[in-house]
């Protein structure tokens, strides 16, 4: 398993921005890493994943505001949110898992092993 920290949480207001981080403990090249998120009272849901190979899939409802990317010179993830909305609000978790060229589906949060502590979203209206 690998050791994830996220970062760069906070406030903000409808229509921001504001970038996640993720870093890992171990080189991530093959390994399937994926941003979730969870609202209170709501289940956690997948949000955006990449594969090792470069590949990023993103759910439905963050597609073409949400882009993420990886450094793995740096052993870290970004999740770069823009035009947010109220109901982006929640915990973000980055995830990962062993997957070479590949990726676990968002749907599935329990196929990820290896999950950081989360931080706190908050977009106001």
């Known amino acids: 398993q690998v050791q994830l920290v996220e970062s760069g949480g906070g406030s903000v207001q409808a229509g921001g921005s504001m970038r996640l981080s993720c870093k890992v403990s171990a080189w991530t090249y093959n390994y399937c890493i994926g941003w979730f998120r969870q609202a209170p009272g709501k289940e956690r849901e997948g949000v955006a994943n990449?594969?090792?190979?470069?590949?990023?899939s993103y759910a439905d409802s963050v597609k073409g505001r949400f882009t993420m990317s990886r450094d793995d010179s740096k052993n870290t993830l970004y999740l770069q949110m823009n035009s947010l909305k109220v109901d982006d609000t929640a915990v973000y978790y980055c995830?990962?898992?062993?997957?070479?060229?590949?990726?676990?589906?968002?749907?599935?949060?329990?196929?990820?092993?290896?999950w950081g502590q989360g931080t706190q979203v908050a977009v106001s209206s």
């Open positions: 995830a990962a898992e062993f997957a070479d060229g590949y990726c676990y589906p968002l749907s599935a949060p329990s196929l990820y092993n290896s």
């Open positions: 990449i594969d090792s190979d470069d590949r990023p």
